[in-house]
């Protein structure tokens, strides 16, 4: 069985570009989940999908969003980069809402922005 | 953002040493995981534990629940190279859905 997947892998961008980041969860899951990690903050949660719809958000500003598809593949967006948007971002795949705790992370993308 | 406090920050030992590291928070928790991070990959899943008290072990791995259940604590026994990386505690309440609540990770240094 596949492991999650993330698109692309590395990205460098300019401050006030937008960038869309990829996931593909694990066949057969319909839950995903966004993660930033950056040295400062740690690991710190976005949102989450779940069969199309965001169930829950974290406390980012407005500039970061996502969306899910009916195949839960999951893409976030964020426009209008800043500086400090530079981060590991990371998304994990969750079967269903059961199976919170068990959550499958991708290698995760790299944005540096400049 | 919300975070758990985990300690150590980071830890370098010898191999075939034990390894201790904690996280507490202020709030309760439905359930506690620890992940390990290895450069340039993802989170990796060593450990979930459900119920306050809880002991559960996963190789040379062992992890509890504290019964407070604002803390948990991980150990390794018997050190070796490959356990190097960064070890991460998360918390989990059912209530807000799959938000994970990490704690700011452990590094660790194995010497040969």
């Known amino acids: 069985k596949a492991g999650v997947t993330q698109t692309p892998r590395y990205l460098i961008k300019t401050r006030g570009q937008q960038v869309t980041l990829s996931c593909s969860p694990i066949s057969g899951h319909r839950s995903v989940s966004w993660y930033q990690q950056t040295p400062g903050q740690g690991l710190q949660f976005l949102f989450e999908y779940f069969s199309e719809t965001q169930r829950n958000k974290g406390n980012f500003p407005g500039r970061f969003s996502g969306r899910q598809f009916s195949n839960s593949r999951s893409e976030m967006n964020v426009s209008t980069l800043e500086l400090g948007d530079s981060a590991l971002y990371l998304c994990?795949?969750?079967?269903?809402?059961?199976?919170?705790?068990?959550?499958?992370f991708g290698p995760g993308t790299r944005l540096t922005v400049l | 953002g919300q975070q758990l406090n985990q300690s150590p920050q980071s830890m370098f030992i010898q191999e075939g040493e034990d390894v201790s590291m904690n996280c507490t928070s202020s709030?309760?928790?439905?359930?506690w995981l620890w992940y390990k991070q290895d450069p340039g990959e993802g989170p990796v899943l060593l450990i979930a534990?459900?119920?306050?008290?809880e002991l559960t072990s996963n190789g040379r791995l062992t992890a509890q629940f504290g019964i407070t259940r604002k803390d948990s604590f991980l150990n390794i026994s018997a050190s070796i190279p490959s356990d190097v990386g960064i070890y991460f505690c998360a918390g989990l309440n059912y209530n807000q859905g799959g938000k994970l609540i990490f704690g700011q990770g452990t590094e660790l240094s194995v010497k040969p």
């Open positions: 534990l459900y119920k306050a008290g």
């Open positions: 709030s309760i928790f439905n359930t």
């Open positions: 994990a795949s969750i079967q269903d809402r059961a199976s919170y705790n068990e959550q499958f």
